[in-house]
Structures are given as C-alpha cells and as structure tokens.
C-alpha cells in the first residue's frame, strides 16, 4: 500500500483528498521539491531543503515542517531504494476563487509523496539524450520552483512527437535550460559553460555538486549563456536534474555533438559526481 503525506499525517494513496479550492490547483500558487534517492538515502537534502524555504520565501508563502523527517518517513513506510520523494507546499485553500491571496494565517497545503524510478542504470547515459531546440516561453522567475509547468509539459511533449528525448529553451538565440534540467556544453578546448544563476533558470542543486565534481577532474567552469551555434559546435554536452543526475547529450537539432557519441569528460564527471553523493562526501559549499 503506497502511504503519502499530507498535512501533518501519513495516510494511503486513496485517502488523500485535497480541497477544489486550493490555491496550488486554481492558480499554481505553489512550489515543490524532487529529492533523487539511491540505495535508500536522500541525496543533497540539506540544499534541497534550503531552495525550497528560498522558493517559499520568494512567493511569501509560511509554512514549515520537518522536511527530512517527513521524507525519511516516505521512504521508510514505502520501502524505497531507489527513487524520489516529491514535496509540495501550496497558499493553502480559500473560502472563494479569488486572485488576492488569502489571510496571512490561512495554513498551507503541504503534501508530498515517494515515487520508484531508476536513476543509476539509466540507459541513456550509455546512448546519450538527443535535443531539439524551442523558445523558452515561460514567465520571468524561473529562479522560483513553482509548480507551472504547463510550458515545460507542452516541450516535452514537443520532443515526443519529434521522437527526441528533451528540449533545450532558448532566449534571444541563447540556451537557458531543459523542461526539467540544467544545460551544459564542454568546448573543443576543455572548458566547461554552464548559464550564469539569474531569474532565468532554476539554481539546480545537482548542479552544484556536478560543478564541484567538474572542477575537481581540472576542468574550467565558465558561468555565461552558450549559443545554440557553440553547443552544435562543442566536443561535449550535457544535462543535470535530481532525477537523471548527469546525463550526456549526443545530439541538439539533429546535429550530432562531438563523435556522436556520450562524451568522456561527461562521463568521467556523472562517475564522480555519483561516487560523492553515494559515499555521502558531497562538497557543502
């Protein structure tokens, strides 16, 4: 029986009821979390937890609870090894539909689940992703987790029709982000770009840890915007999410990056980046 949480108590999937009037369904007044969990152990929980109070905080939005006691829980009562826990923390429900916030003390909808996919054995880290490009049309905060996500499900569809795996957004001809991943390129001499944090991507977390890793293997970290022309041109390229970790990309566009084939600094950077997290030495900056 799968248990979720919601609002202080553990219950099964079926009896989780969540009101027509909260804020989270009727405006996506609400942000999330995606916690990537291997061999049963959270990854990168404490800079999970510290983007989701920045989100909160953010849309002003008070709420609190014991985020790492609440997915150890899930974890635990759904026997989960390999995986993810969801949260999500929405304004709370409202008497009527209404664009103005409710008081300030109307409690928040918290709700969060744990969920089964594989994440080490993933095979596309042995085939690569191949991308295709499209404008990045979402709001000017994407800085924030919220959970508007209709333009992202509309390009990942996008890419399913195409038969790829995923779009890279595009402004003014540079490269943001993926639906649902941070975008990296590694150019012919060895330097690794990676889009400087401002409102226009999401601060991933596995970022950090991949950056870090990144640099260890001697690698230069620029943090600037890349052109599409400089990712078809680059000798690598990949991505980072909680959930794919580090994933190479093989082709953007229909045109092949590199041989064509997963990269070996990508490569090199996902063996290191998982061996950290793993062993639980991740770097705390």
């Known amino acids: 029986m799968r248990i979720v949480y919601l609002n202080g108590d553990y219950v099964p999937k079926s009896a989780a009821k969540i009101s027509v009037f909260d804020r989270g369904l009727l405006f996506s007044d609400a942000v999330y979390e995606v916690i990537s969990v291997i061999d049963g152990r959270l990854i990168d929980m404490e800079r999970h937890v510290a983007r989701l109070e920045r989100s909160l905080g953010e849309l002003s ?14 974890v635990s009562d759904n026997g989960l090894q390999e995986g993810l826990v969801y949260l999500q923390v929405s304004r709370g429900v409202m008497d ?43 709001w000017q905060r994407c800085d924030i987790k ?24 595009t402004r003014d001809d ?35 840890e991949m950056l870090a890793q990144a640099k260890s293997l001697g690698l230069t970290v620029e943090e600037r915007a890349f052109s599409i022309d400089e990712a078809k041109d680059a000798a690598e390229a990949f991505i980072s999410s909680s959930t794919l970790l580090v994933m190479p990309v093989v082709e953007i566009d229909g045109h092949r990056i590199g041989d064509g084939r997963p990269g070996e600094r990508t490569g090199k950077i996902r063996q290191n980046y998982l061996a950290a997290v793993q062993d639980g030495h991740s770097t705390k900056n």
């Open 174 to 208: 540079l490269v943001t982000e993926g639906t649902s991943q941070n975008a990296y390129i590694i150019t012919r001499d060895g330097i690794l770009i990676s889009h400087q944090l401002d409102r226009a991507i999401l601060p991933g977390v596995t970022r950090i």
């Open 146 to 169: 919220t959970t508007q996500l209709l333009y992202a499900s509309l390009m990942k569809m996008e890419a399913v029709a195409a038969g790829v795996d995923d779009v890279w957004m």
């Open 61 to 74: 939005i008070n709420a609190f609870a014991d985020w790492l006691a609440v997915s150890q829980q899930l």
């Open 96 to 138: 009527e539909r209404d664009y103005r916030w409710p008081a300030p003390d109307t409690p928040p909808t918290i709700f969060a689940f744990a969920q089964e996919r594989v994440l080490i054995a993933n095979p596309m880290a042995d085939s690569g992703m191949r991308i295709i490009t499209r404008p990045d049309l979402r």
